[in-house]
């Protein structure tokens, strides 16, 4: 506006002065624009789900079925009971432990889900009816190594086998017994359950009472062993047992025959305990009158 004024005022100026002013270029200036804000966005509206229905507890029936009895007996797989084997009722959340010959029992009303462990055998599970089950665990524990059976071998006369200690006395004397156990390789392995290294062990110790005989040659009487019978429990040098088949003799027996008697009429002691068994020893004893036995089992001498 300023600029306006001060132009006129030189415009009349210059006019009645006779002067002239070249034009004068008049610059109007814009008043500044300016953006209204823009309006607030406003937050969508999120719309909550409807609120599930509250379930509907099903009505209690309760069970009228009578109860009955559930019989368990827990073993081995060789059958030797399981004692304090836990039996777990998974069904109403019960428990027993068996008792010494692995029973335990409980009053259900219908299937029940079983649960039987114990320490050193592998858990078994099972759905059963009322009535009586077996559970047969099997052992979780490493098998025992092999036995080694070594075949008896030439013994050497020993001092407590002689006669003067034994057949003079009629007797197989304890020391006899224990100076054969010592020089045996198979006596270890007869206690710890091997019925044919008890047997090995007899043939140890007849052979050792013959070599103390007064005429170890003779092969028609003196120290041996009784025969058994198919069907019959007997060995040979390599199996027991009532079928095994072959020549066999009695397991733990040693028997003397007196000169010129049969073969029927001989002298014999089991000289094993427990054989076939852990803990099996041998055992000495005074030989009973010539009577033999069955008609099957007679005298015979250790096979060469």
Not at 58 to 70: A, K, Y
Request: with cysteine; aromatic share 6%; proline share 12%.
């Amino acid at each position: 506006m300023k600029r306006i004024v001060v132009a006129l005022l030189v415009g009349v100026f210059s006019a009645s002065c006779g002067l002239k002013i070249p034009p004068i270029d008049i610059v109007v200036v814009q008043p500044p624009v300016v953006t209204p804000p823009a309006p607030p966005v406003e937050p969508p509206v999120v719309m909550e789900p409807p609120a599930p229905p509250a379930p509907v507890e099903p009505p209690v029936v309760e069970d009228t079925r009578p109860f009955q009895n559930l019989n368990v007996r827990v073993f081995d797989v060789a059958g030797q009971p399981i004692v304090g084997a836990l039996v777990e009722n998974q069904t109403d959340n019960s428990s027993r432990n068996s008792d010494g010959g692995g029973f335990v029992n409980f009053g259900v009303k219908g299937s029940t889900v079983l649960r039987v462990s114990a320490k050193d055998f592998a858990t078994q599970t099972r759905d059963v009816p009322p009535g009586d089950h077996v559970f047969n665990l099997v052992s979780t524990l490493p098998p025992p190594p092999p036995v080694v059976v070594v075949p008896p071998t030439p013994t050497t006369p020993v001092s407590e086998c002689s006669k003067a200690k034994n057949r003079a006395f009629g007797i197989i004397s304890a020391g006899c017994l224990q100076a054969v156990a010592n020089k045996s390789s198979n006596y270890s392995a007869c206690q710890g359950g091997s019925d044919i290294a008890c047997h090995l062990y007899v043939r140890e110790a007849a052979a050792a009472l013959r070599a103390g005989d007064d005429a170890p040659d003779d092969r028609t009487y003196g120290w041996g062993l009784i025969t058994k019978s198919r069907g019959e429990q007997g060995c040979t040098v390599t199996d027991c047992g009532g079928d095994v088949p072959g020549d066999k003799y009695g397991e733990d027996m040693i028997a003397y025959l007196n000169q010129g008697l049969e073969t029927r009429f001989w002298r014999g002691l089991d000289v094993i305990g427990g054989a076939g068994a852990p803990g099996a020893r041998f055992q000495s004893g005074t030989l009973p009158g010539p009577d033999g036995g069955r008609p099957t089992n007679l005298w015979a001498p250790l096979p060469r």
